[in-house]
């Protein structure tokens, strides 16, 4: 089968220009459907049943015509002209539609066969949709919505779009991949729900059905499965709700071009694309990788050091392809010492220093933001993402010191201390994802902005200013960016893990609001009246123990008092002896929100009774929007609570390891771009961490070079006490001992600050063994 952009470049050739002028002058006074049928038995223009392919090679002649290349036979009839077939009299609309789709008596799908049933389509179309019935274009399907009420609605299948950015980007073919099988993509041109009726839950079932069959409809009409299914949502008029519950995945936006839109004037409106795979595997079947467009990443996939760089920078949308080539350039230049300056990883290199801070130093207008370098991350981040069930979005804030940068402009108040001095920083707001297990799948967003003071004669009181403009707000909004990002992994369920500082009402009512495609598990911090007209900590403290676990509590250093930080007691490691308890509650909006309603959730307690001598016992309280329906349930969520300090490890390592407070740029949007690569670069040296602990097993080729392979050989054989690197979990503690990591029993696993100086210790002993090659004339690892 030869598809339809396929037969016009065919024809277009000037090799073929001169067999189709002798059919026509070989037949005069043919038909132009006749003429067609000529031309699709010399080209061997046939579909997959054997047929000719004459509507394709039809429209591909008119196109030649128009062209100047050739003269058709003269028309018989004007193309379009007709009008489409419908009833004598409108559809009757449906009687006693019950509003629960599971009451529906007789629902079923009927495809469109018979004359009667394509006026009734029309009619239904014609009178009801805003699009009318078409023409609906390439090969099309028609169905029915049929039920013992009366007709439902409908839906019209046709032609894909011959080029949609968003979609080819996520699908990940080139041009001439998508020209050889767009037919295997199938575009829903038409869906309908008639407007009398109002039933929960219709159209997502519908569409459930529909993707249930479509494939054998469409084989037994045209010979051959589709592998795709993709349709628009005007977000003017729709909220594309249906289409997410039934596991349809938003890829993107159009620009406002119709399928007809030679001279680009974009006059159709914005709209979603949605699509919905029929074969988990059309990658493959297209001749791509398991890695290529958007789709599902193995969390261990592109890490390599050669190459992670280009994949987790590359492409982003800076306005110049320069530098977004600069951009990974740095990167990779930065991450072989994220301990040292740029001019110290760099080795003195002029050339790359030059670049580096030309780069950063770009107008604060420019498309060289922080949210723009860390787009291709975060779409790594998502792809990740897809390739799991579960995904933890653990939120947290963090305020940046820049006192020592004196001449920087932008920055904000972040502290004042007890002599009234004021600190003057940033304050970075980040979502981090992780596995069930733990493992960092990357950095969904980050907002870093200087905070601005109230005014001296604002003397509202706390409770009278707008949400909004409050620091509290990045949590709202950290929030809304996970409904959004649900939207786009249907089979991926994300949970958003908070800290005590997002327990305000505010939050927990912007979810009730929303699409709630996510779950919320916050540690609560206040001690509030529930409806029941009791202590939110009291009342779950007098319910019955539902379970007994133990907690691992971790060791703590001593830590003296320091600026706003509290001191901190040493504190020895631990299994801790929990009690668990849990309560659905109900909680009552604050007296400046006393319009809005209650917000029901359920609370875990889990409280250590019985703690070693002077140490004070452990106590959480989680609120959830999680239905729990046993103990192992909320056991299950103070496990993925406890997850939450991955993000605690981060900044540590984002301050300590990679000292980004260190920076010292002359505005605060320099400093953000060059904190946005060290965000990416943190993450890295934490993975690394923990797949050497989590996932020993995987080749060490996942994240380390052929050259760092070897070196990591020669320094394990210059011990007795050590192995080669011949899995990740050796590769990695090699690079701890490189670190200064001892590893004797009584040692916990290596922890990020090791890993990172061992790396840069690696990154140099592999800079050397390529010189040392090269001076010796050898070429290559």
């Not at 579909?47 to 128009?66: F, I, M, N, P, Y």
């Not at 559809?91 to 394509?118: D, T, W, Y």
């Not at 795979?277 to 791509?288: K, P, T």
Request: glycine share 8%; net charge positive.
């Amino acid at each position: 089968m030869v598809g339809q952009s396929q037969i016009q470049r065919r024809l277009s050739q000037a090799e073929s220009i001169e067999p189709v002028r002798r059919l026509i002058a070989e037949n005069p006074g043919v038909l132009r459907t006749e003429l067609a049928d000529l031309v699709c038995d010399e080209f061997g223009f046939v579909d997959r049943r054997g047929c000719r392919q004459r509507s394709g090679c039809l429209k591909a002649l008119r196109v030649l015509e128009k062209r100047g290349s050739l003269s058709l036979p003269a028309a018989r009839t004007k193309p379009g002209s007709a009008q489409p077939r419908r009833l004598s009299s409108g559809v009757p609309p449906p009687e006693e539609v019950p509003e629960q789709v599971g009451e529906i008596r007789g629902l079923e799908l009927i495809l469109v066969e018979s004359e009667e049933q394509m006026r009734l389509w029309n009619s239904l179309f014609l009178d009801e949709h805003p699009r009318g019935a078409g023409p609906l274009v390439g090969r099309q399907l028609r169905y029915l919505i049929g039920s013992e009420h009366g007709w439902l609605g409908g839906l019209g299948f046709g032609a894909a779009a011959l080029h949609l950015e968003a979609r080819d980007r996520w699908i990940g073919w080139d041009l001439e991949t998508r020209r050889a099988y767009l037919d295997q993509v199938v575009g829903m041109s038409r869906f309908l729900v008639r407007p009398t009726v109002r039933c929960r839950n219709l159209a997502s079932r519908v569409l459930g059905m529909t993707m249930g069959r479509i494939g054998e409809d469409f084989e037994a009409r045209y010979g051959y499965k589709p592998w795709v299914v993709e349709t628009f949502v005007d977000r003017s008029e729709h909220f594309g709700t249906c289409y997410r519950a039934a596991n349809w995945i938003r890829v993107g936006s159009t620009q406002g071009r119709g399928r007809q839109d030679e001279h680009r004037e974009r006059a159709e409106s914005k709209k979603d694309i949605y699509v919905y795979v029929l074969a988990e595997d059309f990658r493959a079947r297209l001749g791509l990788s398991a890695r290529a467009g958007l789709g599902p990443l193995p969390f261990d996939a592109d890490l390599d050091a050669a190459t992670w760089t280009e994949h987790e920078f590359g492409g982003a949308p800076l306005g110049d392809r320069r530098l977004s080539r600069r951009l990974v350039q740095s990167a990779t230049v930065q991450a072989t010492n994220p301990m040292r300056s740029f001019p110290g990883a760099a080795g003195g290199d002029q050339a790359l220093v030059k670049a580096h801070y030309r780069f950063l130093d770009q107008p604060d207008d420019s498309a060289v933001t922080m949210e723009n370098i860390l787009l291709p991350h975060r779409e790594q981040t998502m792809r990740r993402m897809k390739a799991e069930k579960t995904v933890l979005c653990i939120h947290d804030g963090t305020d940046l010191a820049y006192n020592g940068a004196a001449g920087c402009d932008g920055l904000g108040v972040i502290g004042t201390n007890q002599t009234g001095a004021k600190s003057r920083g940033l304050y970075l707001h980040s979502t981090l994802t992780t596995t069930e297990d733990g493992l960092p799948l990357g950095v969904l967003s980050a907002r870093c902005e200087a905070p601005v003071s109230r005014p001296e004669h604002d003397d509202r009181a706390s409770a009278q200013v707008p949400i909004e403009e409050k620091k509290s707000y990045s949590w709202i909004l950290a929030m809304r960016d996970c409904e959004v990002v649900a939207a786009e992994m249907p089979h991926t369920k994300l949970v958003q893990v908070m800290d005590r500082e997002a327990d305000f009402f505010e939050l927990f009512e912007e979810w009730r609001r929303g699409a709630r495609r996510t779950d919320l598990l916050v540690r609560a911090k206040h001690n509030r009246l529930t409806t029941a007209d009791a202590k939110l900590f009291d009342g779950v403290r007098a319910t019955q123990p539902r379970l007994r676990l133990q907690l691992h509590i971790g060791r703590q250093s001593a830590r003296p008092k320091k600026s706003k930080q509290k001191a901190r007691p040493k504190r020895a490691e631990r299994l801790a002896e929990m009690t668990l308890r849990y309560q659905q509650v109900e909680l009552p909006a604050p007296s400046q929100l006393r319009d809005m309603r209650p917000v029901s959730l359920w609370i875990v307690h889990i409280v250590e009774e019985q703690p070693p001598a002077g140490v004070v016992p452990v106590e959480w309280f989680l609120l959830t929007t999680m239905e729990l329906a046993s103990p192992e349930q909320a056991e299950r969520l103070v496990g993925r609570y406890c997850l939450r300090w991955r993000i605690e490890d981060w900044h540590r390592v984002l301050k300590t390891g990679c000292g980004i407070e260190e920076l010292r740029n002359e505005t605060a949007d320099r400093l953000k771009r060059a904190v946005a690569i060290y965000l990416v670069i943190a993450w890295r040296v934490m993975l690394m961490t923990l797949l050497g602990r989590e996932v020993p097993d995987l080749p060490a080729e996942v994240l380390f070079t052929d050259v760092e392979i070897k070196v990591l050989t020669a320094f394990a054989n210059s011990r007795r006490d050590l192995r080669p690197p011949e899995r990740l979990g050796d590769a990695v503690h090699l690079v701890a001992r490189m670190g200064g990591y001892q590893g004797r029993k009584k040692d916990p696993p290596p922890g990020h600050q090791v890993i990172w100086i061992g790396y840069s210790q690696l990154r140099f002993m592999g800079m050397g063994y390529v010189l040392g090659r090269q001076s010796a004339g050898k070429d290559g690892p």
